[in-house]
């Protein structure tokens, strides 16, 4: 009966939740991966894109299932953190994003889903679903999603597997 509950589960991952159907044409996964601090894991982590074809410049979303309660504010600091560690050193460039970031993230429980979606310059974000905001600032929506899906991520392997690639294609 577990094995028949996570197959369900993994199965319903696939699909690309219905809001995401109004952004993109035939949504479908890309890829899907988990990532994990030290000894606990975070979230599983999906992309979805027209098709299962992912391109940067095309509309897709990337959902974050977590695994624990985190601090919206926490999301935040290390978004920018990892912002930061792609290059960018304006600090009031960084803390204008910083307050647009904080009105789309909020405070995650365990099993919440925050999904971006990236349609041209435009960012949507939703909390399980429910639209949360949006973010019209093109610089910080690259930077945003680039830290999953940029060539320069911290987390190489998750965006291996977010690309549907796996991580000994790259070897």
Known sequence: MLALSAQTSLANASEAPDFVKKYIEEPSLVGQGQYHRLFWKIYDARLYASQGSYTPDEAFALQLEYARDLPGQGIVEKSIELIVAQGVANEQRLESWKQLLENVIPDIKEGDKL?????????????????????????????????????????????????????????
Do not use: C, V
């Open 115 to 171: 999904t971006g979606i990236r349609l041209g310059s435009n960012s949507y974000f939703y909390l399980n679903g429910e639209p949360r905001g949006e973010i019209s600032e093109p610089q910080l929506n690259q930077y945003f999603f680039d830290i999953w899906l940029g060539e320069d991520t911290t987390a190489p392997d998750l965006r291996l597997e977010l690309l549907g690639k796996s991580t000994s294609d790259n070897q």
